[in-house]
T-cell receptor
Framework: DAGVIQSPRHEVTEMGQEVTLRCKPI?????LFWYRQTMMRGLELLIY????????DSGMPEDRFSAKMPNASFSTLKIQPSEPRDSAVYFC???????????????FGPGTRLTVL | ELKVEQNPLFLSMQEGKNYTIYCNYS?????LYWYRQDPGKSLESLFV?????AVKQEGRLMASLDTKARLSTLHITAAVHDLSATYFC????????????FGTGTRLTIIP
């Protein structure tokens, strides 16, 4: 299995531009998570989906951030417009949730390092 | 709101020594995870602990969970350089919820 795939691996953009991060979860997994990691705030959950449906988006910082999961094998995280404070590493993770209680661990992708100038 | 605290934040230890990393959390939970992150890399799953008294071991690492004390420990035995990394614990918010709250991480450096 290729694991969780993220693209791009690095993104440098200017303030005000739109940024789209992409994620392909592990085949057969039905839950997908977007995290942000910074030195100041550590690792934060932004949003997670189960069976392509957003379940908890309480970590999405503001309306500039949006996430979609149009099918079981693809998700996007979009920032529009981007700001320098959005600079961080964004991780996507997936897991297999069984019944109502997920005991499976979350498998993380390699991350996208975003720099907003 | 679930809060997860790890200590120490930084740990520098000599090869061959033993040490323990602590993870405290503020509310009842049914699952606790330990992850490892190498510099500039992703997170790698180490252990999943699901019940009070659970103990898991892999090589020189052993994790345990005390749900009554809301405490998990990650014990390192006879440390070797390859164990240098940042270790995170993560706690599930509540029963059946998949949302994880991560601790601040413990940056472990093993000195030859």
């Amino acid at each position: 299995d290729a694991g969780v795939i993220q693209s791009p691996r690095h993104e440098v953009t200017e303030m005000g531009q739109e940024v789209t991060l992409r994620c392909k979860p592990i085949s057969g997994h039905n839950s997908l998570f977007w995290y942000r990691q910074t030195m100041m705030r550590g690792l934060e959950l932004l949003i997670y989906f189960n069976n392509n449906v957003p379940i908890d988006d309480s970590g999405m910082p503001e309306d500039r951030f949006s996430a979609k999961m149009p099918n079981a094998s693809f998700s996007t995280l979009k920032i529009q417009p981007s700001e320098p404070r959005d600079s961080a590493v964004y991780f996507c993770a997936s897991s297999l949730a069984l019944g109502g209680s997920n005991t499976d661990t979350q498998y993380f992708g390699p991350g996208t390092r975003l720099t907003v100038l | 709101e679930l809060k997860v605290e790890q200590n120490p934040l930084f740990l520098s230890m000599q090869e061959g020594k033993n040490y323990t990393i602590y993870c405290n959390y503020s509310t009842t939970s049914d699952r606790l995870y330990w992850y490892r992150q190498d510099p500039g890399k992703s997170l790698e799953s180490l252990f999943v602990l699901l019940s009070n008294g659970a103990v898991k071991q892999e090589g020189r690492l052993m994790a345990s969970l005390d749900t009554k004390a809301r405490l998990s420990t990650l014990h390192i035995t006879a440390a070797v350089h390859d164990l240098s990394a940042t270790y995170f614990c993560a706690v599930a918010s509540n029963f059946g919820n998949e949302k994880l709250t991560f601790g601040t991480g413990t940056r472990l450096t093993i000195i030859p």
